[in-house]
């Protein structure tokens, strides 16, 4: 069975950095597709915000975090990271992260429809 464990999150100022992570077990982020996502309130959409392919390392960035958060992975460890710089207030979410069989634009723009296996998720506030 497949299992994720984030971690790395917490409080940080506004223009801080955070490096999150994302241990895997049950299967390889070498072969599948990995993405983060983020949810900032109960009531509101969990949406994909950087996803990288299984196949080779292309990535996909939202918008709102493109030029500021860079996913990478380590095979040899098994897990996944993201590296969030010049964090702003409206970072502030709970991050979980997915894997799965897939290309990584989908996984950002549709992987809430077709994912059922998320972590418990890691807090990121950034409050000055």
């Known amino acids: 069975q497949v299992q994720l464990v984030e971690s790395g999150g917490g409080s940080v100022q506004p223009g801080g950095s955070l490096r999150l992570s994302c241990a895997v077990s049950?299967?390889?982020?070498?072969?599948?597709?990995v993405g983060w996502f983020r949810q900032a309130s109960p009531g509101q959409e969990r949406e994909g915000i950087a996803c990288i392919s299984g196949r080779n390392d292309n990535t996909y960035y939202r918008e709102a975090v493109r030029g500021r958060f860079t996913i990478s992975r380590d095979a040899a460890k098994n897990t996944a990271y993201l590296q969030m710089d010049s964090l702003k207030p409206e970072d502030t979410a709970v991050y979980y992260c997915?894997?799965?069989?897939?290309?990584?634009?989908?996984?950002?723009?549709?992987?809430?429809?077709?994912?059922?296996?998320w972590g418990q998720g890691t807090q990121v506030t950034v409050s000055s």
């Open positions: 997915a894997i799965h069989k897939t290309t990584e634009s989908a996984m950002c723009i549709m992987g809430t429809t077709f994912i059922n296996n």
């Open positions: 049950g299967t390889s982020v070498q072969y599948e597709a």
